[in-house]
């Protein structure tokens, strides 16, 4: 027999480094503020962060809500705009890719638009929604649909042509070729958009909330500087990074169980 | 005449994945004279490659040892040229920079080395190609660069590992006269490792064969005494691909 | 009459057909001329029926060319395009400096990586807007704090693309600079580097794009001069045509970044040149 199981020792020295590094770094963060080397108006220790956060898991003051709101009200601006960035980039990617005409007259009108930074139609959103959520929602999803449009687009284009030719020879339509052929060998590069999507998404959501907003994480980070309260501004960037990573998470998770479906 | 590369009892192990060891080699011992044309013949992962890479010094032998006139081998060196099964060319380099590369490595000057790289690039018929990009080139010529590339740096041992495995039939049987033809021209140890027997019985001064199925371990030794340039239609070739085919499990 | 690429994918070397109106009208060059001047009539339609709080197109470039002669905070329109562009070309350029090399240093070394990427996966999910207010608590709302925060925003994709592109490249390149007898070093100068050169670019043109968001959003909270200024002075003083002529000037601008950016790409990557992308 060729094959046998071994065990083999890793080298432990590099874990022992990345605790090391880890703990040198929390340490250090502590360690310059508890000893005044970095103002505690400016930056606030550790501890001081995870003792705000114990209180805010119940406390709504003085920013008027709790953590658990402030992210709820994120989550749901977050995944609001997400899902409506696929239901409306999907499709567009798609027709964009299959039909001249609507690749003809879309394009022009995307490719004008796509250069524009999503916050900056802040302005404007507050004028059309005022501060609600779907103003947040509008900037959100103009940053989540440019992946979902893009991939389909070149996925639909990708197509392998000797399969369009099989399914001509055997008289299938145009549209019967595109739902049952280019659609489906889009699929991959359309779920490849899910995590580069949900990244835009999270960062123009957090632009928006400092912007303009009651409630939220960006706006507990806002919030925590005009109160000049440094624990506040690094607990909202550690919940900003936590939840970012959590859906990231999820929707690798879910990426992997769709492309497992398709491939079977 | 002493040989000019001696393995001695030849065994590798690797370890996969962190904790799985296959065996891929077991007691090769082979000898290749001076200016010899050695083929190995073997089936997909028979670990003809890893053979190659040990004699290349690229990978250590997990027990026996490899001799170069007589003194072991530890290390990869300017004396063995290895041209690799999927090219390895330079992507960001043309055919030129490709080709002078290992000149440069060792710090000869612009002029010098163009002149002899130029002079490999005219060799392996890649004149009026200097400036392309390896993307730009079919595979036999991506392959030809590989072939020049080793050349330039003049090993006084060419190895090649399934240099024409990814070519169509017919290209194919032209880079092995090319191949033929540039060996003529400068006589070298040559180690050419590949699958396809009528490649190994055109080529090759001797046919090493390995068997199937890992680990790699030696099965026979033919010499090949026929004429150059051969027939692919000549009897004793077909006597000769009858009787390998008879011996060994492979097959065509 | 072709109108899905179908056609297009298996017919590609259909002959030339006869100039009807229908070839006309599926031309993608008319397509686009339709739908730009649509799109410009559209919008003027419901400016000037003062729907949605727009100001026309003519009144937007007509403002904007205003702008260019007359100043607003003590510069012209190009005054604040510069002050936009500086602080990005200030804060990208610390942001690649650092990052590009960080990248490349762990990726190339695992004592290095070890020690570096555990804390840089603590910063990685944290969208660089986010260090906006820390930011100003720290630099005060003067220029460093705007720079920061395109430094922080554009070294986080440097750090990855560069790590990413050294990742890729197939270990048996290194193999081809062993055998023709060169050194470790002569590996990474002759094989990492250039092999990575495109990834580095991936990375940098993200970073631009970052670096766009960020300026802006830095900008929109709290600022003097630059675009985001220009955008946040309109809806102050309820001019729309401010708002959307400071929004189709960043469109432009950082199009132009962008396309710079190809530029040097294709100019320092001539093996890119003939491969075609999308
Ligand atoms: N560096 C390596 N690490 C682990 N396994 C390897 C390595 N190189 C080769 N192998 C294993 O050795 C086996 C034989 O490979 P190879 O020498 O390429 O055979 P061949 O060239 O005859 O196809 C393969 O199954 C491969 O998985
Ligand atoms: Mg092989």
Redesign the pocket.
């Known amino acids: 027999m060729p094959y046998e199981e071994v065990k083999v020792k890793q080298p432990i020295i590099f874990k022992i480094l990345a605790i090391l590094s880890l703990l040198t770094f929390f340490g250090v963060w502590e360690f310059i503020v508890d000893a005044g080397i970095v103002p505690s108006t400016m930056l606030a220790a550790p501890s001081k962060v995870a003792i705000l956060f114990v209180k805010k898991l119940t406390q709504a003051n003085p920013d008027g809500a709790t953590l658990g709101a402030h992210a709820w009200m994120s989550a749901k601006e977050a995944v609001t705009a997400y899902v409506l960035a696929i239901i409306v980039g999907v499709p567009l990617g798609l027709f964009m890719g299959w039909f001249k005409v609507v690749r003809g007259l879309a394009r022009p009108i995307f490719e004008m638009i796509r250069p524009i930074p999503p916050i900056a139609w802040i302005p404007l959103c507050i004028f059309w929604f005022g501060i609600g959520i779907w103003g947040k929602v509008y900037i959100i999803w103009i940053a989540g649909i440019v992946p979902f449009t893009i991939n389909s687009w070149v996925g639909v284009n990708m197509t392998d042509p000797a399969l369009i030719q099989m399914a001509r020879t055997y008289g299938a339509t145009d549209w019967q070729i595109f739902t049952k052929i280019c659609i489906p060998s889009a699929l991959p590069m359309i779920f490849g958009a899910l995590q580069i999507s949900l990244a835009y998404c999270w960062t123009n959501l957090v632009g928006a909330e400092l912007l303009a907003a009651d409630k939220g994480l960006g706006f507990l980070i806002e919030m925590g500087r005009r109160l000049a309260m440094p624990e506040m501004v690094v607990l909202g960037m550690v919940c900003v990074g936590i939840g970012g990573a959590l859906i990231g998470i999820v929707v690798d998770v879910l990426e992997r169980r769709l492309l497992a479906g398709i491939r079977r | 005449m002493t040989p000019k590369i001696v393995c001695e009892n030849i065994s590798k192990f690797?370890?996969?994945k962190g904790k799985q060891r296959?065996h891929?080699l077991e007691d090769i011992s082979l000898e290749v004279m001076n200016n010899e044309f050695l083929v190995i013949l073997?089936?997909?992962?028979?670990?003809?490659?890893?053979?190659l890479r040990i004699i290349a010094g690229l990978?250590t032998p997990t027990q026996g040892r490899v001799l170069k006139d007589g003194k072991e081998i530890t290390g990869p060196g300017q004396d063995r040229g290895l041209v690799f099964q999927s090219y390895m060319l330079f992507f960001w380099r043309t055919v030129m920079g490709n080709v002078e590369i290992g000149l440069k490595l060792r710090g000869v000057e612009k002029k010098e080395r163009r002149k002899i790289a130029q002079h490999y690039i005219n060799l392996v018929g890649l004149e009026g190609f200097e400036k392309h990009f390896p993307h730009q080139l079919s595979g036999g010529m991506k392959q030809r660069v590989g072939i020049a590339r080793a050349y330039a740096n003049n090993p006084e041992i060419m190895l090649l590992?399934?240099p024409f495995g990814q070519l169509d039939a017919q290209t194919r049987m032209f880079m092995e006269k090319e191949t033929e033809r540039i060996w003529q021209t400068e006589k070298k140890t040559v180690i050419f490792?590949t699958n396809n027997i009528d490649e190994a019985i055109y080529l090759g001064d001797r046919i090493v064969t390995l068997k199937g199925k890992?680990p790699?371990r030696m099965d026979a030794i033919y010499d090949v005494p026929l004429p150059r340039p051969r027939e692919h239609t000549d009897l004793e070739f077909v006597e000769l691909r009858q009787m390998i085919t008879d011996k060994s499990e492979l097959v065509l | 009459m072709s109108n899905t690429i179908a056609d297009e994918i298996v017919h590609h070397v259909k002959e030339r057909q006869p100039l009807t109106i229908w070839s006309v009208l599926g031309n993608e060059y008319f397509l686009y001329c339709v739908s730009f001047i649509s799109f410009l009539l559209i919008w003027h339609f419901i400016a000037a029926a003062g729907l949605l709080g727009l100001a026309t197109p003519e009144a937007t470039i007509k403002e904007m060319i205003r702008l260019m002669s007359v100043k607003l905070a003590g510069k012209n329109l190009f005054g604040h395009i510069w002050a936009s562009s500086r602080r990005i070309l200030i804060g990208f350029a610390i942001g690649a400096a650092t990052g590009l090399p960080l990248g490349l240093f762990m990726a190339l070394n695992r004592y290095v990586n070890a020690i570096v990427k555990p804390v840089f996966d603590l910063f990685k999910p944290m969208p660089p807007i986010a260090w906006i207010s820390i930011s100003i608590l720290w630099f005060g709302i003067g220029e460093p704090s705007k720079v920061f925060i395109i430094v922080i925003g554009s070294f986080v994709p440097c750090v990855l693309n560069a790590y990413a592109g050294i990742r890729i490249i197939d270990p048996e390149l290194y193999d081809v600079i062993r055998v023709l007898g060169g050194n470790r070093r002569q590996e990474i100068f002759y094989v990492s580097f250039p092999a990575a050169l495109p990834a580095l670019f991936a990375g940098i043109q993200i970073s631009m794009s970052v670096a766009w968001t960020c300026v802006l959003a830095a900008e929109l909270v709290s600022s003097r001069s630059g675009l985001g200024w220009i955008i946040i002075r309109g809806m102050k003083l309820t001019k729309p045509e401010l708002v959307l002529g400071g929004m189709a000037v960043i469109a432009i601008v950082a199009w132009i970044f962008s396309a710079a950016t190809s530029g040097i790409e294709k100019l320092l990557c001539p093996w890119k040149r003939g491969i075609k992308e999308l």
Request: aromatic share 4%; charged share 20%.
């Open positions: 690797f370890i996969q296959v891929v073997g089936p997909g992962q028979s670990g003809k490659s890893t053979l990978e590992d399934e490792v890992l790699g």
